[in-house]
């Protein structure tokens, strides 16, 4: 069985491995005060041409999101999301179990636009309901689709006007960086948005998110708020070393462009056979439309999810591709699913 599931079923990238098994035996600094996480925050900050940003490294996606989401905030302010977004459907509540609604919006292809936030915030009028105060988007969305760079200055300048912070979770940001049809650029990020995180966890860490925070006003004591978290780790320098190794040259770039390849190669292969999509995807995220049938055939030799049912006969499945994606395992899912539709 070969797992498109999810981009974080292999453990780490070797370089990464080897770098942490260099370093296992030295003493130094607790609590992401080390030199390999001091030389991973001047790494991120020399990519993205900022100095005057603050970086945080933190185990996972759900840890950032809500200790930012719930430092960010007052306590009678909420986050908006897209009906999709993952504070909203995969977090367990996470946010909201630190005294913070989110206000959903509907949404088709997984991205919020100005228009619907300005809906949101008419029907939100006064003392007796929450006041929305951070728009939260995931860049790629949960549904793989990206945030052009229009996009993404209409939304910063929508929120700058209307006192909004704009918040991106980047779980899957190299993806979205390495699209060919991506036109952000990492610096373009620390302009544009309030805070953002790089994941490390989805492109070839063992775990890890590297949050940036841009606004000045929301820098002051958050390591407060890690510590009261749980999310400060006395051996931050499992964190430190990783990221000063995803960013000491290309590699986290690298790591992207092999899980976009992968996937486009998959989708390519459904298009040939005629097969639709659930929505366009140009990311490590595709979501095919198949006959129950085929379906069923391919996951006699593949683990992936089977996302919605589309009528009786159809549904879309989930492919995720990562930076350990074999090319071999790309090609024979490709042949069995040209096999299968012959029969």
């Known amino acids: 069985m070969y797992s498109f599931k999810n981009d974080y079923s292999e453990g780490t990238h070797p370089r990464i491995l080897n770098a942490l098994m260099e370093a296992n035996m030295e003493q130094m600094e607790g609590y992401g005060e080390d030199k390999y996480s001091i030389e991973a925050i001047r ?30 905030l007052r306590p009678h302010e909420a986050a908006i999301a897209a009906n ?24 088709k292809d997984g991205k919020i636009n100005p228009s619907q936030i300005k809906e949101a915030m008419d029907a939100h ?13 995931s860049n790629p969305t949960e549904i793989g689709s990206i945030y052009t760079k229009k996009e993404l200055e209409d939304l910063s300048n929508f929120c700058r006007d209307n006192r909004l912070f704009l918040y991106v979770d980047g779980a899957r940001l190299g993806s979205a960086l390495c699209s060919k049809e991506n036109d952000i650029y990492l610096d373009d990020l620390a302009n544009l948005v309030d805070a953002f995180y790089i994941g490390g966890t989805k492109n070839g860490a ?44 290309n590699l986290f770039f690298d790591l992207a462009t092999h899980a976009n390849s992968m996937a486009e190669l998959l989708k390519e292969a459904v298009v040939q056979e005629g097969y639709s999509f659930l929505t366009d ?26 996302w919605q049912k589309i009528d009786e006969n159809n549904s879309a499945i989930r492919l995720v591709t990562s930076w350990a994606t074999k090319e071999e395992a790309v090609k024979d899912f490709i042949e069995d699913l040209k096999s299968l539709k012959k029969i």
Do not use: W
């Open 281 to 306: 995807s140009p990311s490590n995220q595709i979501f095919p439309i198949l006959p129950n049938s085929i379906i069923e055939g391919l996951q006699e030799k593949y683990i992936f999810y089977v």
């Open 206 to 249: 063992l775990l890890g998110e590297a949050l940036v925070i841009c606004k000045d006003s929301l820098k002051e004591d958050f390591r407060f708020h890690i510590k009261q978290k749980g999310a400060l780790l006395a051996k931050g320098r499992i964190l430190g070393i990783q990221f000063a190794e995803l960013f000491k040259d």
């Open 43 to 72: 790494l991120i900050k020399e990519r993205l041409h900022r100095e005057d940003v603050d970086v945080h490294f933190f185990p996972g996606g759900t840890q950032t999101n809500l200790t930012a989401i719930s430092a960010f």
């Open 84 to 107: 999709t977004g993952h504070i909203l459907v995969h977090e367990t509540g996470a946010i909201e179990a630190t005294g913070h609604k989110v206000i959903s919006i509907e949404v």
């Open 125 to 137: 009028t006064d003392e007796h309901m929450v006041k929305p105060k951070l728009v939260y988007i």
